[in-house]
């Protein structure tokens, strides 16, 4: 029987449990040698189990993770372009709406002293930088309310 020892297809087989068979169990019983290499296979196979579901987690984790997280920063920087974008057709549609009364409007401010002027135009970029200020805080604000939306069911 010793010289008829199980081979290394066998001895993985029984010990996934692939095969029951009750001549490699008897084998095994009788034979130290063939074993001991069961023995090193079953050590190899447990620390094999016990090292690959954590690496295989840590990594697919940490990268979708970080595609998640580039794909936001993406979006939100594709809101803003698009958001400053329509900003600037609207100035742009108001100032060519306005052109035909430039005239009309420089008339109005060479009537009054300058420094009415000055205080006309001063308060006018006051409330535009205003509303503009205002409006981007508030959109930033919705804009974060949906990524946090978003990003909950991701753990
Ligand atoms: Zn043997």
């Not at 189990?49 to 993406?74: G, H, I, L, N």
């Not at 400053?84 to 409007?105: D, H, T």
Request: charged letters at 20%; glycine letters at 2%; hydrophobic letters at 50%.
């Amino acid at each position: 029987m010793t010289n008829n020892h199980l081979t290394d297809e066998t001895l993985q087989a029984f010990l996934l449990k692939e095969s029951q068979d009750d001549a490699v169990a008897a084998h095994l019983s009788a034979c130290a040698e063939c074993r001991e290499k069961l023995e090193n296979y079953q050590r190899l196979v447990a620390g094999m189990q016990k090292m690959a579901p954590e690496s295989f987690a840590f990594d697919v984790t940490t990268v979708v993770m970080d595609k998640v997280v580039r794909y936001e920063r993406q979006k939100k920087r594709m809101q803003e372009l698009v958001f400053w974008g329509l900003l600037s057709i609207l100035i742009i549609v108001i100032i060519a709406f306005s052109i035909p009364f430039l005239s009309q409007i420089r008339a109005v401010f060479t009537a009054i002293p300058v420094f009415t002027m000055l205080l006309i135009i001063g308060t006018g970029l006051v409330v535009l930088l205003f509303l503009i200020v205002d409006l981007n805080t508030q959109y930033k604000r919705k804009a974060e309310k949906i990524f946090q939306n978003k990003l909950q069911p991701i753990r």
